[in-house]
């Protein structure tokens, strides 16, 4: 089947997505690939918060406990399946845009999805089934007090189970949206909050399973994505096989997937590290920071949302107009897509600092908690202007293959970040713990940009290879 990549008028699904990634003008481009990622972004985080409403109107605070306690696993499952989807999708994008030179390029595609999804499964069967046999020490290590035992562990428990449907999933979005289909992710991520909910309300207040009903429920609509996802491909991906006879061990398949998708994993574990030691330093300063610390982050989510669906959205494109050697349109992308970062944290950033106080009093009335909050507040306002940019810098890097810049932006944060932050306590108290991750988003935000300046030259070099037209050009 051939289709044209010159117009937006196609016949089929795989076309129109495709002529998104080569031709459509950016803007265009960025919207078909972007807002449907915030917008699932957005839907999983209302799903959160009516999710812990079903737990809440068991009121039983160990089950509410169990939830939080468990969230660093999940955090954990999902970067198993970003160690093969992350590495895969950017491949696979590559892959599509050197096709439009060398289509024999396109028949590696099988062999990458086939490794990736395949991959994510192994991986998260070794990982469920380590973490059943360890289940009572990892409760334990999880924090769980006498009361918040018994729900935890069954709530990590059936959690673990579904380790593979889960890591598969979260492998397949990347899979699917490698192909410019970011419509078919979110209607994919929508239908498993929506299910998720219908399931919760099954099992959670009809049968009352508390939280291994929640964990049950979440399964269940992950493995409906699964299901969607694989069928959606066999329909109408030309390339994508996910069929065992094509799982390799290729280093060619091996190297730039891992390359990319450890630094997930790693930036995954970090995150978990610094939240505990957040929590930790501040709890040591009564309630009222750890309240004023939760109200600010839900008041900061929206539009981190927003900017993570720019920054991860735009990656297919990226790697695609690097595969295919076509620089014009890749820095045309990456301007466009730092215009919308940086419109998006202005625009919330200023109204929200100017009207700070009365927004967070709209959550809490405490004038103590009140008074920390519009600290924090302020504080995470700022880094969120750094952090757009720097989620944009690593998403260029994970699409253009660059490895170790990618995995250096991945982990720098958690790395930096601990030091800093016991650093601002000792010296500053309160103050410094509130300002210590503005200032590590900083911190990277430089070490990316010097990177990237570094790295330029490389891409370049890339660039010429996936245009043979250009090669001369840029390598003389």
């Known amino acids: 089947m051939t289709t044209s990549l010159e117009s937006p008028v196609q016949t089929d699904a795989v076309g129109t997505n495709r002529w998104y990634l080569s031709a459509a003008p950016i803007v265009r481009a960025l919207v078909h690939l972007c807002v449907p990622m915030a917008a699932a972004m957005i839907v999983g985080a209302v799903y959160n918060v009516i999710n812990a409403g079903f737990i809440g109107s068991l009121h039983d605070p160990a089950l509410l406990a169990a939830i939080t ?151 269940l609509a992950n493995l409906g994505v699964v299901a969607y996802f694989v069928a959606w491909l066999q329909r109408n991906s030309e390339h994508v096989s996910l069929a065992p006879r094509w799982f390799t061990l290729s280093p060619a398949v091996l190297k730039p997937v891992f390359g990319v998708g450890v630094g997930e994993l790693l930036q995954s574990a970090f995150l978990i590290v610094t939240s505990l030691v957040l929590n930790n330093l501040a709890v040591a300063y009564g309630d009222s920071p750890l309240a004023a610390m939760g109200v600010a982050v839900r008041i900061a989510q929206v539009p981190e949302f927003l900017v993570m669906g720019v920054t991860i959205g735009v990656l297919p494109l990226l790697a695609y107009s690097y595969g295919k050697g076509d620089r014009n349109r890749l820095m045309a992308a990456l301007r466009g897509s730092a215009l919308a970062v940086g419109g998006i944290v202005l625009i919330f950033s200023t109204t929200v600092f100017v009207f700070r106080e009365q927004v967070f009093a709209a959550f809490v009335a405490d004038r103590t908690v009140l008074s920390i909050g519009v600290t924090i507040l302020t504080a995470q306002l700022v880094a969120m202007i750094v952090n757009g940019f720097r989620g944009l810098i690593t998403s260029l890097f994970q699409a253009t293959g660059r490895s170790v810049p990618a995995m250096v932006m991945s982990v720098s944060q958690g790395v930096l970040f601990i030091p800093i932050v016991f650093l601002g306590n000792l010296w500053f108290g309160l103050p410094g713990i509130i300002w210590a991750l503005t200032v590590t988003e900083g911190i990277v935000f430089l070490v990316g940009a010097v990177m990237w300046l570094a790295s330029r030259h490389a891409i370049d070099r890339g660039l010429a290879e996936g245009s043979p037209e250009r090669a001369e050009e840029v390598l003389a």
């Open 69 to 219: 306690l468990g969230a660093p696993i999940l955090g954990l499952v999902m970067a198993v399946g970003g160690v093969f989807g992350v590495g895969g999708g950017a491949l696979i994008s590559r892959l599509l845009g050197a096709a439009e030179h060398d289509p024999a390029k396109a028949g590696e595609i099988k062999h990458v999805s086939s490794f990736a999804v395949w991959g994510a499964v192994i991986a998260g069967t070794v990982f469920g089934g380590t973490g059943l046999l360890l289940l009572h020490p990892l409760v334990t290590a999880l924090g769980a007090d006498a009361a918040a035992v018994p729900p935890t562990t069954a709530y990590v428990a059936v959690m673990l189970a579904f380790v593979p449907v889960l890591a598969a999933a979260f492998c397949l979005e990347q899979i699917v949206r490698a192909e410019g289909a970011a419509r078919q992710v979110m209607i994919g991520l929508i239908a498993s909050t929506v299910g998720n909910v219908v399931f919760d309300v099954l099992f959670i207040l009809v049968l009352h399973w508390g939280v291994a009903g929640a964990a049950l429920a979440m399964g």
